[in-house]
């Protein structure tokens, strides 16, 4: 009976690590989500900065778009989270971006480093359940 004791517990350990390395990996792919649209905003702003009567695809909904005028190529609204936003120049919103960029990138690293550990952990583990399994199966077919 020490055994299944012993198996049980391993199962729910596997059990428990798994569910962290898939909560681990749906925050990972949360990160690298907001780092495409980071990326996407420095280009854009990269793009229009100094630039004078531009125009742009405002979209409305519905697959339908309005064809604005950009009058201001010097400044941006920025959102500064928990619904705050601030008018910056494109210059430091453009940094201000790269610093969250590299921020959320190092967060990603040690996501990554977490997984990679737990990973371990779950092939460290899996080895000894399936003995024990080998073993409690063995040990079954010889019960009259």
Known sequence: MEDRQRLQN????LNMYKAQAD????????????????????????????KKQLESLVPIG????LIS???NTDEVIVGLGAGAAAKKKIEDAVESIGEQKKELETLMDKMLGDLQK????????????????QKLEGTQDKVP
Do not use: C, R
Not at 27 to 38: D, F, G, R, Y
Not at 62 to 65: K, T
Not at 118 to 133: G, T, Y
């Open 23 to 50: 909560a681990l990996n749906q925050q990972i792919e949360t990160v690298k989500a907001t780092i495409s649209e980071l990326s996407l905003s420095e280009e854009t702003l990269d793009s229009i900065k100094g």
């Open 118 to 133: 737990i990973s371990e952990i779950i092939v460290q583990k899996s080895p000894e359940a399936e003995e024990l399994i």
């Open 69 to 71: 005028e950009i009058k």
């Open 10 to 13: 391993i199962i729910n350990e």
């Open 62 to 65: 519905a697959g339908s778009f």
